[in-house]
């Protein structure tokens, strides 16, 4: 155990014993993210740096406070990359900031979301031991498989020491296609083209426009383009477009409340007040609406799916989509179990956790 992380260790204990609230944050660029919370500031992110590379292996193994974008380049210096593509939200993002956020990028529905790529992890719990759980390798785990239930947990479980993730080979070749359509011809669009072998890794809808984006061997990028038709754009203006979708700097972001829902693919179009943007093939979909949050939960509901009030709005409420009983039992037991002294970003996730 490290000086810092054995300094970490004394802190939690004496936290634990005086039930004193900690809030943890490493770069802070998803700080708005998830409910509001009390709790003395924990910063973790000085403890970083790359414990191991193994490119032939495609696994790489950092601590928790690297900065993403150090991560990054150096994959980048290989050809190689984080295949769910993360949101940074600002340059001080660091790895394990966007592991507890769970957040996965344009690429998700092509490629995985985040807790597909978490190999193993090792963490601080509540209190103050280092617990280690998967490794390196896919096939690591027999039962519970606790690694992916840390992708998400917004700092509630323990302080993430480390995080051993899958890296994939940047594709060979890519190509960016625009289409004029409405919301539900896109819809219908994106769900035959996802039934079809088609190099298909983005999609987004907004303001009457698709744009697809296709990634692979330089012949079944040039087979679909041709195949498909479009208006082709140009190599830098795509990748302009995908990072502003990423990192939600488009101009189309830049208004709150934002509503994150999570539907089935086949969904019928919202019919809801307010504006649509259309990720992963009709699975993601954006909503900025002034609209009371239980009509917009109901709707979603009625269709399937869950809604998330991402960013704005009332941050003490319900941000997350209400859990069942029995799944919100569950997080109860995992968070007596890591942290049973409930100090860790209290009530980030939901109130009582």
Known sequence: ???????????????????????LYGGGTKSFYGRSCEGEPFDVSGHRGVVSYEPTELVVTVRGGTPLAELEALLATRQQFLAFEPPAFGPNATVGGCVAAGLSGPRRAAAGALRDFVLGVKLLDGRGDVLSFGGQVMKNVAGYDVSRVIAGSMGTLGVLLEVSLKVLPQPTAEASLRFECDEASAIDRLNDWGGQPLPISASAWADGVLTLRLSGAEAAVSAARARLGGETLAADEAAAFWTSVREHTAPWFARAPLWRLSLPSSAAPLRLAGKQFIEWGGALRWLQTDQPAAAVRERVAQLGGTATLFAGGDRSGDVFHPLPEALMRIQQRLKAAFDPAGIFNPGRIYQGL
Request: glycine share 8%.
């Open 1 to 23: 155990m490290t000086d810092i992380v054995s300094g970490w260790a004394e802190r939690i204990r004496a936290a634990a014993a005086e039930g004193r609230p900690l809030q």
